[in-house]
């Protein structure tokens, strides 16, 4: 097998394994809101660590904290260009170990889309269960937290683990701008022959 194919056949492997990854994800997250809706009334709930955290069932017809109610033609469009703009990032990752992290991620961010997508869909709001009440934080769901801790982890990973070269997968103009950059040089040298 030449290299341009084990390439391929390693970003075809790497591909069914985010979607397999978001698949997964996609599941829990729905079967956590159908059971939410099928146990609890909306607005009831009970403590799982009285004072701090709550299973509170709450239909969110808004966005994140419900705000812009009502705007699930927006949220869809918008979530078609994050799901497009996510597939089209995670083809871009390098196929190597150190990238599985961000390749994870990915596919969580994704999965937490298309899982609040879902419910808009279906319900036209968002399923949000889980209340840290001592502190007063919005009331979310799973979706919203593979979302939240991916976005967080990609950052970390892009401050304080890759290097700038290990970055540049992540700029689409780059590669435009190095063959460019390539050919004036081979154009300088046969200049000079």
Request: proline share 3%.
């Amino acid at each position: 097998m030449n290299t341009k194919s084990k390439k391929i056949n390693n970003s075809i492997k790497m591909l069914m394994i985010d979607l397999c990854i978001s698949l997964i994800a996609i599941f829990l997250d729905q079967i956590t809101k159908i059971h939410i809706r099928k146990t609890l009334p909306v607005s009831s709930g009970y403590d799982v660590i009285p004072g701090i955290l709550q299973i509170l069932h709450h239909e969110n017809p808004g966005a994140s904290w419900g705000m812009m109610k009502g705007q699930t033609t927006l949220f869809l469009v918008i979530a078609v260009v994050v799901v497009i703009g996510l597939g089209i990032f995670a083809t871009r990752i390098p196929q190597e170990k150190k990238y599985l992290p961000m390749n994870l991620a990915t596919s969580l961010i994704l999965a937490g889309a298309i899982g609040n997508t879902i419910d808009r869909i279906m319900k036209k709001t968002v399923t949000d269960f889980i209340y840290v009440s001592c502190i007063n934080f919005p009331i979310f769901n799973v979706a919203d937290m593979y979302i939240v801790v991916a976005t967080f982890g990609i950052a970390a990973m892009v401050i304080f683990v890759y290097k700038e070269d290990d970055l540049q997968f992540m700029d689409f103009g780059r590669k435009a701008d190095k063959s460019n950059a390539d050919s004036g040089k081979e154009s300088d040298k046969a200049g000079e022959d």
